[in-house]
């Protein structure tokens, strides 16, 4: 009695079965469309927010650092309501009545505020001498960032990244707030409206188990990246012979 | 229950003899306690009914009851306390079946399979009894008829009629009915669904969508907040609204439905109409329903 009623509640079968195609051919696709936008403007973004926390001029750091801890400071979905729903009230309807542009500008923001303080730590652990010999060699600040320091800095936070995009995934699922038309349903809301259209648990269930689908591969490439740059790559005879000694970075500029 | 351990299990036991005792004294002093609410909203009742206890309830001599948290005058939450035209007929039924009330404002998807897993015993809110939904779950007897409406923006122009709205936008709360009619009987008008009626609201209010499809006890409230907005459509409901119930719980349906049918005949519901309902159309379908409630004379 009470293991039928689990079924029936979290996995029924003939729900899973009627829900399953739908949550896949656009479920799925909507919330891999919001996740694929939301991180590239979050990296732009994020990488902008970088280099302005490591400027020199106070001009510069400042306002990246009240952008950067006024986003991760308020939770996400209040900055998506507040965009998506504020600036077409306020009048700011820019992207006219689609809802993705809204939402996605909302999430990018939000995941460029992180990924910002990502990039920074990743660049601000590149030694110091790495910069010195780069700049030595006659490089401009600009060029010696960009052709030296940059490039190693993010190769560090490669895991740290990663990471930042399962949370993006995650975070795609609030967008329902924005009030959706039934093609533009991404996993969850989608799985929602299932739950309500048959009373049951199941299809929020089934939408979980697509989540884990993308989100487990992907902390587990987080690890193996992790341990990797850790290790350097497995060491063959021929990549031996031919590749020279990792600091030898700078040589290239 | 069952895992607890003996000295656990011990206190409600305690804790049951110290409430039947002030129950009785409540019931003594004729102590009506249902205005007083928190945030918690308990609500201790002096109930006459002797069968309370052969109602099978999620917890024993408490109706667990979900509401909305925005479904304004019916069911909502302000300041901190559950408020609302089916709260105060709620309050008045568990009187009646002397039992106490616990108030929980969760939105309609969860207040729908939760009421079918059993957490929450019925609801208290303006909730149509649709044959899609009498599927998964039993509902009592009608307490209330309503109406839906389309609120259109009166400066954008249009004749903000329903059936000239293809190919335009309207906006509906996620797994309600207004979405389900909107689908079958306008298939060509564009369905956007927001997860509360603020949203769907403030969607209309910026221009996103051409319309908003909501239940007749918005309208008052919405419209005097936006005088830009009118009623400019209506479409009368097929079904009555009902409290749900958990399949196949007919302790429950039949207590609920001898509740309601007291609350109708001594004048409750037409008191609570007026309260909250001033001055709009009284739903006359009632009076066939229960043949011997009062005439409507307020409003």
Same mark, same amino acid.
């Given at each position: 009695?009470?293991?039928?009623?689990?079924?029936?509640?979290?996995?029924?079968?003939?729900?899973?079965?009627?829900?399953?195609?739908?949550?896949?051919?656009?479920?799925?696709?909507?919330? #891999?469309?919001?996740?694929?936008?939301?991180?590239?403007?979050?990296?732009?973004?994020?990488?902008?927010?970088?280099?302005?926390?490591?400027?020199?001029?106070?001009?510069?750091?400042?306002?990246?650092?009240?952008?950067?801890?006024?986003?991760?400071?308020?939770?996400?979905?209040?900055?998506?309501?507040?965009?998506?729903?504020?600036?077409?009230?306020?009048?700011?309807?820019?992207?006219?009545?689609?809802?993705?542009?809204?939402?996605?500008?909302?999430?990018?923001?939000?995941?460029?505020?992180?990924?910002?303080?990502?990039?920074?730590?990743?660049?601000?652990?590149?030694?110091?001498?790495?910069?010195?010999?780069?700049?030595?060699?006659? #490089?401009?600040?600009?060029?010696?960032?960009?052709?030296?320091?940059?490039?190693?800095?993010?190769?560090?936070?490669?895991?740290?990244?990663?990471?930042?995009?399962?949370?993006?995934?995650?975070?795609?699922?609030?967008?329902?707030?924005?009030?959706?038309?039934?093609?533009?349903?991404?996993?969850?809301?989608?799985?929602?409206?299932?739950?309500?259209?048959?009373?049951?648990?199941?299809?929020?269930?089934?939408?979980?188990?697509?989540?884990?689908?993308?989100?487990?591969?992907?902390?587990?490439?987080?690890?193996?990246?992790?341990?990797?740059?850790?290790?350097?790559?497995?060491?063959?005879?021929?990549?031996?012979?031919?590749?020279?000694?990792?600091?030898?970075?700078?040589?290239?500029? | 229950?069952?895992?607890?351990?003996?000295?656990?299990?011990?206190?409600?036991?305690?804790?049951?003899?110290?409430?039947? *005792?002030?129950?009785?004294?409540?019931?003594?002093?004729?102590?009506?306690?249902?205005?007083?609410?928190?945030?918690?909203?308990?609500?201790?009742?002096?109930?006459?009914?002797?069968?309370?206890?052969?109602?099978?309830? *999620?917890?024993?001599?408490?109706?667990?009851?979900?509401?909305?948290?925005?479904q304004r005058p019916t069911s909502?939450?302000?300041?901190?306390?559950?408020?609302g035209m089916a709260i105060d007929f709620t309050?008045a039924l568990?009187?009646?079946?002397?039992?106490?009330?616990?108030?929980?404002?969760?939105?309609?998807?969860?207040?729908?399979?939760?009421?079918?897993?059993?957490?929450?015993?019925?609801a208290a809110m303006g909730l149509v009894a649709s044959?899609?939904?009498?599927?998964?779950?039993?509902f009592s007897t009608p307490w209330v008829y309503g109406y839906y409406a389309l609120?259109?923006?009166?400066?954008?122009?249009?004749?903000?009629?329903?059936?000239?709205?293809?190919?335009?936008?309207?906006?509906?709360?996620?797994?309600s009915q207004e979405?389900?009619l909107?689908?079958?009987?306008?298939?060509?008008?564009?369905?956007?669904?927001?997860?509360?009626?603020?949203?769907?609201?403030?969607?209309?209010? *910026?221009?996103?969508?051409?319309?908003?499809?909501t239940g007749s006890n918005n309208v008052a409230a919405?419209?005097?907040?936006?005088?830009?907005?009118?009623a400019?459509d209506s479409v009368p409901l097929p079904d009555p609204e009902s409290y749900p119930?958990?399949?196949?719980?007919?302790?429950?349906?039949? *207590?609920l439905d001898?509740a309601i049918k007291a609350e109708m005949d001594n004048g409750t519901f037409n008191k609570l109409y007026a309260k909250w309902h001033p001055g709009e159309p009284f739903p006359t379908r009632l009076y066939k329903d229960y043949p011997d409630m009062p005439t409507y004379t307020k409003g």
């Open positions: 009695m009470q293991v039928d009623n689990i079924i029936r509640v979290f996995f029924d079968p003939h729900i899973i079965a009627s829900v399953l195609p739908q949550l896949l051919s656009h479920g799925l696709v909507n919330t #891999l469309v919001l996740t694929v936008f939301a991180v590239v403007i979050g990296l732009l973004l994020g990488l902008v927010i970088a280099m302005m926390l490591l400027a020199r001029t106070r001009w510069l750091r400042w306002p990246a650092r009240v952008f950067v801890d006024v986003f991760r400071g308020l939770p996400g979905v209040l900055t998506i309501f507040i965009v998506g729903l504020g600036l077409p009230l306020a009048g700011l309807d820019v992207f006219g009545r689609n809802t993705y542009p809204y939402a996605v500008v909302a999430i990018g923001i939000i995941e460029s505020a992180y990924i910002g303080e990502i990039f920074r730590s990743g660049i601000q652990s590149v030694a110091a001498g790495q910069m010195e010999a780069a700049r030595s060699l006659g #490089l401009s600040y600009w060029a010696a960032m960009r052709h030296v320091r940059i490039p190693q800095g993010i190769r560090r936070v490669l895991p740290a990244l990663t990471g930042q995009i399962i949370i993006t995934i995650k975070e795609t699922a609030l967008v329902y707030v924005l009030g959706l038309t039934a093609t533009q349903q991404e996993l969850f809301s989608l799985s929602q409206s299932g739950s309500s259209q048959y009373a049951s648990m199941t299809p929020v269930v089934v939408a979980g188990v697509i989540y884990l689908a993308l989100t487990i591969p992907l902390t587990h490439f987080v690890n193996w990246l992790d341990r990797r740059l850790q290790r350097g790559p497995a060491p063959t005879p021929a990549s031996d012979a031919e590749r020279p000694a990792p600091q030898a970075v700078i040589a290239e500029g | 229950m069952k895992q607890h351990s003996s000295a656990a299990r011990r206190r409600p036991r305690l804790r049951r003899a110290a409430l039947v *005792a002030t129950t009785a004294l409540a019931a003594g002093l004729a102590l009506t306690a249902c205005s007083s609410s928190s945030s918690g909203a308990e609500k201790a009742s002096s109930g006459s009914s002797s069968s309370s206890s052969s109602i099978d309830l *999620a917890q024993p001599g408490t109706l667990n009851v979900a509401i909305l948290p925005t909502y939450v302000e300041n901190g306390k559950p408020m309050d568990a009187k009646e079946m002397g039992l106490k009330v616990k108030y929980t404002a969760v939105d309609l998807d969860s207040a729908l399979s939760q009421i079918t897993a059993g957490r929450y015993d019925t044959a899609d939904r009498k599927k998964m779950l039993d609120l259109t923006d009166s400066k954008k122009g249009g004749s903000g009629k329903l059936a000239d709205l293809s190919g335009k936008t309207v906006a509906v709360v996620t797994g979405e389900t909107l689908k079958q009987d306008y298939p060509k008008i564009t369905v956007r669904s927001f997860p509360d009626d603020t949203g769907s609201v403030s969607a209309l209010i *910026a221009g996103q969508v051409d319309g908003d499809l919405f419209t005097k907040q936006y005088p830009q907005l009118k400019s119930i958990k399949k196949g719980n007919t302790s429950l349906s039949k *207590a001898a």
